[in-house]
């Protein structure tokens, strides 16, 4: 048998064995990151941003926001081209660095209005709007299309960028861009003019959230901006831009001396300001007016954009549900110009396995050392402990390191090592439970044993009543009073204990015991000590042990103390009435009685068995308890074959 300090190596090694395998599980996963694990990623990267520390826009960034009041003011959408112009010009004296047109002129004004003079062969209003855009700090939008290429190629005048690409040693086929096959773009005329240009495109992931936006697009071959990096590279004057490529997730793209975090498609994380409406927003209208001070829009980077009712685009972010298209293009902007990105560097991968690794191990020699309840309250510090630090890197840093393939690593190992740890004790318990079965059966065999020396017929006696307790149980468990008491485990316990109810007769001197016939008063009253004997000689034995309140025990004092007790309170040694009686006594009082009766006697004539039966029904709510009566009426057929058998192979017996 193995030393109790070798099983508690062995069992802590097990559980130590079943926190790490999962542990390194889930560090694989964290490498090669199945598909679904990209929504679980993003349904995190949404709870930090949520809870991280905003950062108010630089206020370098400004909306100018053709809403209802505009609407009211000027006239219906689309307006007029001049209209357009005279609200560029507005701008523009107003001291705007960039003016970001959020809406493209894809068709002649509506109006068709020629200018003043009305002379044939005067300007048309697109043409006269052309010449707005000429005095420069304009930047068109237009959309790219990623359908089926059409045969019919619309003539788009597009503003390509000059881009360096700076691949790394192991070229990879996969492209750095989105491959565009078309574009909805502004009247050529107009595109010409303003010499500047810029993609409108920012698509939500699956889920339907906007969490980062292309900077750059390919078109045909050649490299395009987006429309907010085109309007931040005209207001500083960027010279070259560069896209150095990491791997097939990550690229860094450099706007002379400023370098961008993208990841392997140019997609830059935005770093959302807040809910809606968080850059300041001036009404078109009052632009027109003349009622918005300089100062509102001097030197800073101006969104044209609309967001009346029924000509808006919202889309959903993480932060805000109904969030205007023209405020993302200034999200971009201000995360340009405030330099202070969300990224996921290449190295987050080996930090988030780390992470796994050291949570996890630690985890789980915790538990394999001081037990589950001190693992549960480390798991929650854990988990706790890698959320928040998440947080604080998003808030301080702007790193994203997802915890969540940390957190699923220590609930892992820690559901590994529950499991572990209760089949290991389930073990033990089983283990112990049929030790604890096997101890009852030797003592209740030694004491049988010792009767048995004492006195054969009696302890032939108790082996017949073992039988006898077992079927007569069975039958009064179905009873609605005796279903909750007479589990199968007590119907078990109590079969193998009623052999010990004539114990006590081991102390009875042997005049008395072997008295072939009648007892005098004197002897009876000495044969009637043998409950109070048999129940003492069990108290000695848990005294000397130092057990109490066992339930195994409990129940063979009670079948030792009490089957000799009557239902109507003249039995004895206590003289208990009715249920007052334990349930054990109550019921091997009717299977002592049988077997006396149908065994053969040393002082009188055994009875048959249907007399016998006759003989207990008589006692019904007298000598027995009426529903103990009844169960064995249900089964004294069954009993008179075992009793047969048994009284056969046993020879006579004598009961007091």
Not at 274 to 299: H, N, Q
Not at 386 to 411: D, H, N
Not at 480 to 501: N, Q, V, W
Not at 502 to 522: M, W
Request: hydrophobic letters at 45%; proline letters at 5%; charged letters at 20%.
């Amino acid at each position: 048998m193995a030393s109790p300090a070798r099983s508690g190596a062995k069992r802590r090694w097990l559980v130590f064995l079943c926190g790490i395998v999962p542990v390194a599980f889930t560090a694989v996963l964290a490498i090669y990151r199945p598909g679904g694990f990209g929504r679980v990623d993003d349904a995190v990267y949404d709870i930090l941003l949520r809870s991280a520390d905003t950062r108010p826009p630089a206020g370098q960034v400004v909306i100018v926001d053709v809403d209802e009041s505009s609407l009211t003011r000027v006239g219906q959408w689309p307006w007029p081209r001049d209209v357009m112009g005279r609200l560029i010009e507005q701008l523009r004296d107003l001291g705007a660095a960039t003016i970001a047109l959020d809406i493209i002129f894809a068709e002649t004004d509506r109006f068709g209005r020629a200018d003043a003079s009305g002379t044939k062969g005067a300007a048309t209003p697109d043409e006269i709007f052309a010449r707005t855009l000429k005095d420069g700090r304009v930047i068109l939008g237009y959309g790219l299309t990623f359908d089926a290429p059409s045969r019919a190629r619309s003539e788009c005048v597009l503003h390509p960028v000059g881009l360096a690409l700076i691949h790394p040693r192991e070229e990879t086929n996969e492209p750095p861009f989105f491959q565009a096959t078309g574009a909805v773009c502004s009247l050529p005329v107009l595109a010409r003019a303003a010499g500047a240009s810029g993609f409108l495109n920012a698509a939500p992931d699956s889920d339907g959230i906007l969490r980062r936006a292309p900077l750059l697009a390919e078109l045909d071959g050649r490299v395009y901006a987006g429309l907010a990096l085109s309007a931040v590279a005209a207001t500083r004057g960027a010279r070259e831009l560069a896209l150095r490529i990491s791997n097939v997730n990550a690229a860094t793209l450099t706007i002379d001396d400023r370098s961008v975090p993208v990841d392997g498609k140019s997609n830059l994380l935005l770093r959302y300001r807040g809910e809606k409406k968080t850059f300041p927003y001036l009404s078109a209208g009052e632009i027109l007016a003349g009622e918005v001070p300089a100062e509102a829009v001097r030197g800073k980077i101006v969104f044209v954009g609309t967001t009346a009712l029924g000509t808006r685009e919202v889309v959903a972010t993480p932060l805000d549900t109904l969030f205007a298209g023209v405020e993302v293009q200034a999200t971009v902007a201000d995360n340009l110009l405030q330099q202070d990105f969300i990224e996921r560097s290449p190295a987050s991968t080996i930090l988030e396995i780390l992470v796994v690794l050291g949570a996890g191990f630690g985890l789980a020699a915790l538990v394999a050392t001081t037990g589950i309840v001190s693992g549960i309250i480390a798991t929650v510090l854990a988990v706790a402990g890698v959320w928040w630090g998440a947080v604080w890197l998003i808030s301080t840093t702007g790193l994203f390191l997802s915890p969540f393939m940390p957190t699923l690593a220590v609930l892992c190992a820690l559901a590994g090592m529950t499991l572990a740890s209760f089949t290991i004790e389930h073990g033990r318990a089983e283990t112990a439970g049929r030790e604890r079965t096997d101890a009852q059966r030797l003592m209740v065999q030694t004491l049988l044993s010792l009767t048995e020396a004492r006195d054969a017929e009696t302890g032939r006696h108790s082996r017949r009543t073992q039988q006898y307790a077992r079927l007569l149980a069975e039958q009064l468990a179905k009873h609605p009073d005796f279903k909750d008491y007479l589990t199968p485990e007590r119907i078990d316990l109590l079969s193998s204990l009623a052999p010990l109810h004539d114990i006590g007769k081991v102390a009875i001197p042997d005049h008395i015991l072997n008295k072939p016939g009648p007892l005098t008063q004197d002897e009876l009253a000495e044969m009637r000590k043998h409950p109070a004997l048999g129940r003492d000689v069990i108290l000695k034995a848990e005294q000397q042990v130092g057990i109490r309140d066992d339930a195994t025990l409990a129940m063979a004092k009670d079948i030792v103390y009490t089957h000799h007790e009557r239902w109507d309170g003249t039995g004895y040694p206590q003289g208990l009435r009715g249920t007052d009686i334990p349930v054990p006594g109550r019921l091997i009082a009717i299977v002592d009685v049988y077997d006396a009766t149908v065994s053969r006697t040393l002082y009188r004539a055994t009875m048959s068995h249907d007399d016998a039966v006759k003989f207990i029904v008589s006692g019904k709510g007298t000598h027995f308890d009426p529903a103990v009566v009844e169960a064995f009426v249900s089964v004294e057929r069954v009993l008179g074959v075992v009793a047969q058998e048994e009284i056969v192979a046993s020879g006579p017996q004598t009961n007091r």
